[in-house]
């Protein structure tokens, strides 16, 4: 799924070709992708045909598009979602889910594609400065006004381990598994340790390096795995060449030469290296 610098480079991507554009026509061509809206596709297609985006906003993983009524358009992208600006003369993506088509310019549209559809669009009344549906997630680590002392306070609260409050969008959003791992290993700080047994200085550091890593994904244009994470061109980030443990299990530790490992963690895979990253007293890992 993508994590921040992925959905951030989308953002910018359309804060670049899209602002300032009055819409059309919106052509929803399956109904799962804006299932959100309850009043069915052709009232979503209604409520923003005639209406023009004003600016492109991201709230950890979710995009929102506000509009000139004061309403927006929120996205999330899930695990295949994609927000491509194509020529109108483009061949038609084959999981192309619902088009915009704009009024004047150069003739490009803006296109929603989903292979898998777990992501989607939905009109959000007075959503222009942040949708309620967002309002329960935390700002990310990139964001100016994120809270350090108000996180770190939260994190020498809680038990869990400090890859699950870095996954926790109520506390910190944006990081996901990926970027979790990546800045643990810079950290040097094992994801199972507890949020209540870290020194303000550990999470100053685990802090540190979640916005270093997210901030070099971001330059390479985010972690492209296979062809379904792209920006709004149809290309793929390159940070997946960067990545330090994520996916490599078994390879030698570039700080220490130790083997990466790889175990099992809420249904999903974790790395880290077992010399670098030293397990809690009493974790058989």
């Known amino acids: 799924m993508p994590e921040l610098p992925e959905v951030e480079v989308v953002r910018r991507g359309l804060e670049a070709h899209v602002l300032e554009r009055t819409i059309t026509e919106v052509e929803v061509l399956h109904p799962r992708p804006v299932r959100r809206h309850l009043p069915g596709p052709a009232d979503f297609a209604a409520r923003l045909t005639g209406r023009t985006f004003t ?8 995009l929102w598009l506000p509009l000139d009524s004061g309403d927006a358009l929120l996205g999330h992208l899930g695990m295949s ?9 483009a061949p038609d993506e084959r999981h192309l889910r619902v088009r915009f088509r704009f009024e004047g310019g150069d003739g490009s549209q803006l296109r929603f594609v989903d292979q898998r559809m777990f992501g989607g669009l939905s009109y959000a009344p007075g959503g222009a400065d942040l949708p309620a549906e967002l309002e329960h997630i935390a700002r990310d680590p990139l964001d100016p006004e994120f809270d350090d002392a108000a996180f770190f306070r939260r994190a020498r609260r809680s038990r869990s381990g400090i890859k699950r409050i870095l996954l926790n969008q109520t506390m910190i959003s944006g990081v996901g598994n990926i970027y979790a791992d ?7 700080l094992h994801g ?11 999470l100053e550091r685990v802090l540190a390096a979640a916005r270093t890593v997210m901030t070099a994904a971001l330059a390479q244009g985010g972690t492209s795995f296979d062809a379904l994470y792209v920006n709004v061109n149809g290309e793929s980030g390159y940070f997946d060449r960067s990545l330090e443990v994520y996916g490599r299990e078994g390879e030698a530790c570039s700080r220490c030469g130790s083997p990466v490992r790889r175990v099992s963690f809420m249904n999903r895979s974790s790395f880290f290296c077992p ?8 974790l058989a890992r």
Do not use: F
């Open 275 to 282: 010399a670098c990253q030293r397990a809690p007293r009493g």
């Open 55 to 62: 600016a492109a906003r991201r709230r950890g993983k979710y």
């Open 81 to 89: 979602g994609q927000m491509l600006v194509q020529r109108a003369d």
């Open 182 to 188: 990546e800045a643990l290993w810079l950290a040097g």
């Open 192 to 202: 199972e340790r507890a949020g209540d047994r870290l020194r303000v200085s550990d």
